[in-house]
C-alpha cells in the first residue's frame, strides 16, 4: 500500500508542475487527423509524402536517453512507436514529454519515418498532454507453462477483472475481442429480421403486472403514484398486444430481470430477442430460428459453423427436432408418455430429483429431461412437445391435450431459445393463468399472474402467431467460447465485496 501510495503522490505532483508551466493535462479539444490504423495501413504512402499528422491515444510504454526521447502511442486501431527529439520539439515541449506516465493520454504531432533500427515511426513536432492518469495501469506478467500463456499478476483474479471491466479492457485484447464480436451479432440479427419485414419496437421495462415467464421479480416502488411497479421478466405479454394491434412482424431487444440465482449462465439482468410473427406457427418459429443463427454464423465468422472449446458446432439446416418425452426415453428407457403421477414421482425419487409440492407430472418430466438429456444435446436441436403444465401460453397440441406446440433450442447442453404457437383463445388462456394463479397462493412463486389487460387485449383478436425468444448473452458465449455469462455481460452483477 505504502508503495502505491508514493507512485500516486508522484504523478499528483507531476499534475502540478505541468499545471505551473501553464499547460492545461485535461485540454477541451483534440485536433487528431489520423488513426494509427491508417498511417500502418498506408506506410508508403506516409513515408514517401512526408505528410504532417496528428495522433492521439494512450502510452503503453515510454524510455528517454538525454535530449532524445521514445514511447508506444495506442489508440483502438493499433499501435506506433514515438520519437521525440528536444531539439525538434523545443525545450518547453520536451519538458511536457519528460513530465508524462504510462497511461497518459497524448497528441503527437509530426511525421512518419524509419529509425535507425528500422522502426516505423511518428517523429514528434509537438507533444501535448490529453489527458494525465493519476494511477498506474496493473503490469501485466505472463510465463508460458506447457507451452499456454498463463497470466500471474492481479489481474488474472477472475473477479477483480469483472470488478474493474474498463481495466480488464485495457489489460486483456481478446475481452474488447468479444465485445465486439457481440456487437456484430446483436446487429446481424437486426439486420435479418428488418430484412424480413419486422419492425423493432421498445415495450415498458417497468411494468403494473410481469409475465411472460415463470421466474421472482424485482419489484420497486413509483413515488408519484404511490403504486409497486415490477422489472420485466420478459418482453412476451407486450409484444402480443402489439400483435393484436395489427402490427404483423415485431420484435425486440431489450434487458430482463429475474430475482433468482446466479451461476456460470445466470445473471438477473440479461439481454434478449423477442419476435413475433402474424399467421404462422411453431415451424415458422424453427425455420427463422435455423435461418436467423445461421446468418449471424456466416456474418460474424464467414461459415457456418463454429468451433466451441474444440467442439465443432454445426449450423447447416436442418437442424434435429425431438419430442421431449422421446429424448427421456432413448436416454433413460423410462416411458413417461402416459402422464402416470405416481410413476413418474417414483422415477424421480429413485433417482434424487427434487419433486416441488406444487409439481404435477408435467413440471416433472421436464425435471427429468433437465438432469438426463440436456447436458448430452451438443448440436443443435429443436426439443419439441413440451407438457401443457409448464407451457401455460402455448397452444395445445392437437390430438394431445397434455402437450403443448412448443420448442426450445438446445446447443452444446445449454437452453438458447423458447418458442411457442402462441395460445390465442382468450378463454382457455384465462383458465391457463388462474390456474398458475393457484400455484402462486401454494408457494410457486414463480408462477404467472392474471393479468387482465392482456386478456382484454386477446378477446379483441389475435390472429395465429408464432413467437420466439433467445438468450443473447448465451448465444455470445456460444460464439466467443465463454463458459461464463460474466465474460459476455460488460458490468454483470457482483458479490458486495467483503
Known sequence: MENINQLLKVRREKLEKVRELGINPYPNRCKRTHKIGELIEKKDKFLESGEKVIIAGRLNAMRRQGKVGFGNVSDNTGKIQLFVRKDTVGEENYEIFKLLDLGDFVQIEGECFVTQKGEYSVRAHEVTMLGKTLRPLPTVKEKIVDGQKVRYDEFSDIELRFRKRYLDLLLNPEVKDTFVIRARMIKAMRDFLDAKGFIEVETPTLQPLYGGANARPFIT??????????????????????????????????????????????????????????????????????????????????????????????????????????LIKEETGFDASDFDFEKIKAFCKEHEIEIEPTAGPGKLIEEIFSVFVEPKLIQPTFVIDFPK??????????????????????????????????????IDQRARLEAQSKLREMGDVEANVVDEDFLEALEYGMPPTGGLGIGIDRLVMLFTGNTSIKEVILFPQMKPEE
Request: overall charge negative.
Open 221 to 326: 416502488h413509483h413515488n408519484t403514484l404511490d403504486i409497486d411497479l415490477y422489472m420485466r421478466i420478459a418482453l412476451e405479454l407486450y409484444l402480443k398486444r402489439l400483435i393484436v394491434g395489427g402490427i404483423e412482424r415485431v420484435y425486440e431487444i431489450g434487458k430482463n430481470f429475474r430475482n433468482e440465482g446466479m451461476d456460470r449462465t445466470h445473471n438477473p439482468e440479461f439481454s434478449m430477442i423477442e419476435l413475433y410473427q402474424s399467421y404462422t406457427d411453431i415451424d415458422g418459429m424453427m425455420e427463422i430460428t435455423e435461418d436467423m443463427i445461421l446468418h449471424v454464423a456466416k456474418e460474424v465468422f464467414g461459415k457456418e459453423s463454429i468451433d466451441f472449446l474444440g467442439t465443432e458446432i454445426h449450423f447447416k439446416k436442418p437442424w434435429r427436432r425431438t419430442p421431449m418425452i422421446d
Open 389 to 426: 403444465e409448464v407451457s401455460p401460453l402455448a397452444k395445445e397440441k392437437p390430438g394431445n391435450p397434455l402437450l403443448t406446440e412448443r420448442f426450445e433450442l438446445f446447443i452444446n447442453g445449454n437452453e438458447y431459445g423458447n418458442a411457442f404457437t402462441e395460445l390465442n383463445d382468450p
